[in-house]
């Protein structure tokens, strides 16, 4: 993938038609791949860069990041509501957004740490599973939608996601509790798909989380 040549303008007209949580995923893996000494071009005559030193504390675990970004949702800090109206009805306001683009980014990140295999990548998934849920159940608690809510709206890439999730819950938990752990997100998340991301998770587990697994009925919701 990073060998295919990429036309620049045809890149642009692309970028141009992404919706805004879709551009604000976009833009914070740019800012990623950029080396310091990029940044400041890219922000000129937009941020000042007095704005942007950085603080005199060590970065933050991303469990502490999921900690906190749970936190702040669960209070309604990303809540942005306005006026719908026939014209307005598919639109999402900043707020809802930016919650969108920050979940995705996270996600991002505990997939790339998942290769620790470390219970605070399990944590960390789990905490932003928990707002996922939560999102069906009373969205208006946390983000605003205009149109029909839940966590579909997220648009949360389960084949990446659940794999990097499975590795880290088959180093910390007991066959019971994998079995328990992967039904309950398969079924609440990808139940169209069971019988893919069930295999997915068989491949993962030990020999006594896979027959645990075999235990759990073939075919359940919640």
């Not at 880290?168 to 752990?181: F, I, K, S, V």
Request: hydrophobic share 35%; proline share 5%; with cysteine.
């Amino acid at each position: 993938m990073a060998n295919i040549p990429i036309d620049r303008n045809k890149l642009r007209e692309h970028i141009r038609k992404l919706p805004g949580e879709s551009l604000l995923v976009f833009l914070d893996r740019s800012i990623d791949m950029l080396p310091d000494s990029k940044l400041p071009r890219l922000v000129k005559d937009y941020i000042r860069p007095s704005d942007l030193r950085p603080d005199q504390t060590l970065d933050k675990r991303l469990l502490d990041t999921v900690k906190a970004f749970h936190k702040a949702s669960l209070k309604r800090k990303y809540y942005e509501d306005f006026q719908v109206n026939s014209r307005n009805f598919m639109q999402k306001s900043r707020g809802t957004q930016s919650w969108i683009a920050e979940c995705r980014r996270l996600l991002e990140l505990c997939v790339s740490s998942a290769r620790k295999q470390h219970a605070d990548e399990r944590q960390a998934f789990e905490l932003i599973f928990d707002l996922l849920h939560e999102l069906d159940r009373r969205p208006y608690d946390i983000i605003f939608f205009a149109d029909e809510a839940g966590s579909w709206q997220v648009g949360v890439n389960w084949d990446k996601v659940l794999p990097a999730y499975f590795r880290c819950l088959a180093r910390t938990a007991e066959p019971d509790e994998y079995a328990r752990a992967v039904a309950n997100i398969v079924d609440e998340h990808v139940h169209y798909d069971r019988n893919k991301y069930m295999k997915k998770a068989r491949t993962i587990a030990s020999s006594a989380q896979m027959r645990a697994l075999q235990q759990i009925p073939s075919s359940r919701r919640g």
